[in-house]
């Protein structure tokens, strides 16, 4: 069936670590995976997206990896800072749909 | 560049009755998709609107519907309002042809069914 999932709910990191947020797909058809962070009161912001041909891809703090083979991606983002704090879903898409699937969310609080 | 618009941020209705949201989208932008947002939960596709035409659904029933005005913005309407329908209504919008993650999302309007 379609899903996206993540590993676990909350996640909290101290100021300064770096933090991972694990998701988990199950369509093998999916080819384009995207991350949102999405702080209290506001709506989705879009971080970083990576297709299946790749494995990673970097920005600013952040990267993705995808693992195609166990069909899971994650979020690593360096040097956790207090505006880090937010809810983090991943979404799924593939060729000729036009919505994303998004995941349930990980909440990441980050201790001063 | 103006973002995206939603209008009111927050309402209250009571089963059975009927609501409108709204949503400007960014400037530039031709294509408006809405998502419901449960508590807790990720956002789920409802539409997407593009060319004034509904352009793709997720499993809603036809008691949500929308519309799409020239100047791109959108409207959701839910009639027979259900107390499941509690939740934050989202819209993003985005260029036809551009990644579809490239979605800029709204605030959100806030429903509370009683």
């Known amino acids: 069936g379609e899903s996206v999932g993540l590993h676990l709910p909350t996640l909290s990191v101290q100021e300064g670590d770096n933090s991972i947020i694990n998701c988990a797909y199950s369509n093998s058809a999916s080819d384009y995976f995207i991350w949102y962070k999405q702080e209290s009161g506001k709506g989705p912001q879009f971080i970083i997206d990576?297709?299946?041909?790749?494995d990673k891809r970097q920005g600013q703090r952040v990267t993705v990896l995808l693992n195609k083979t166990v069909k899971h991606l994650s979020l690593q983002i360096a040097a956790t800072q207090p505006g880090d704090s937010a809810v983090y879903f991943c979404?799924?898409?593939?060729?000729?749909?036009?919505?994303?699937?998004f995941g349930s969310g990980t909440r990441l609080q980050v201790q001063p | 560049e103006t973002g995206v618009t939603q209008s009111p941020t927050h309402l209250i209705k009571t089963r059975g009755q009927q609501v409108t949201l709204r949503c400007s989208s960014q400037?530039?932008?031709?294509?408006v998709s809405w998502y419901q947002q449960a508590l807790g939960q990720g956002p789920q596709f409802i539409f997407q609107?593009?060319?004034?035409?509904?352009?793709g659904r997720g499993n809603f029933p036809p008691r949500f519907s929308g519309l799409q005005f020239p100047n791109y913005s959108s409207e959701l309407n839910v009639n027979a309002l259900e107390l499941d329908d509690s939740a934050l209504y989202l819209c993003?919008?985005?260029?036809?042809?551009?990644?579809?993650?490239?979605?800029?999302f709204g605030e959100g309007s806030r429903l509370t069914v009683l």
């Open positions: 979404a799924e898409n593939r060729a000729g749909r036009r919505a994303l699937t």
């Open positions: 609107y593009y060319r004034e035409e509904e352009n």
């Open positions: 990576i297709r299946s041909n790749m």
């Open positions: 993003a919008s985005s260029q036809s042809g551009v990644n579809t993650g490239e979605l800029f």
């Open positions: 400037s530039g932008h031709n294509t």
